[in-house]
């Protein structure tokens, strides 16, 4: 018998031991903890440049699990709403400030900036300690059918109660 598993709520993931693979939820956004392997590097040992952004969407999507969007009812509440639906990254500014190596332990800071009617910008962090690696604003649009469409409301409700709670600058 094939039958798929139903998502887990918030109350399941916060009794899941492994939980912490999701990094934490801390004032202003969500830490992810990221190993560098051999597999993230160039031939020289350092991470290599898109590997970021792969860090990043990892940081984005425990995010959302950790603030109580489970993504399997997002995607069913989604395309119920806006049938042929997808997120899509619009926009993102990086900026490279110092490289990373193999076997450094990395932080993905997550932060919303803003929750509009079809996007959400995030400010993401990738540090080592202290030491700012990478630096990236990034813009996450919602589409159907090749529109911008208004977000889910489940999505929406959970990224202004984010934002809400957010230090502002």
Not at 43 to 61: D, T
């Amino acid at each position: 018998m094939n039958e798929r598993a139903a998502p887990f709520s918030p109350e399941t993931l916060k009794a899941d031991p492994f939980l912490h693979l999701a990094g934490t939820l801390v004032p202003g956004g969500h830490v992810l903890p990221v190993r560098v392997y051999y597999e993230d590097t160039d031939f020289s040992g350092i991470v290599y440049h898109a590997n970021y952004l792969k860090f990043m969407e990892r940081a984005r999507s425990d995010h959302l699990r950790l603030i109580g969007v489970v993504q399997g009812e997002l995607f069913g509440e989604a395309l119920a709403e806006a049938p042929g639906f997808a997120f899509v990254v619009r926009s993102m500014e990086l900026q490279f400030v110092r490289p990373a190596r193999i076997d450094d332990v990395l932080q993905v800071h997550t932060s919303p900036i803003e929750v509009a009617g079809a996007s959400i910008t995030l400010a993401q962090k990738v540090k080592r300690g202290a030491d700012l690696i990478v630096e990236a604003k990034v813009k996450v649009a919602f589409v159907a059918q090749g529109r911008a469409r208004r977000i889910p409301d489940a999505l929406r409700a959970a990224m202004k109660l984010a934002l809400e709670q957010a230090p502002q600058p």
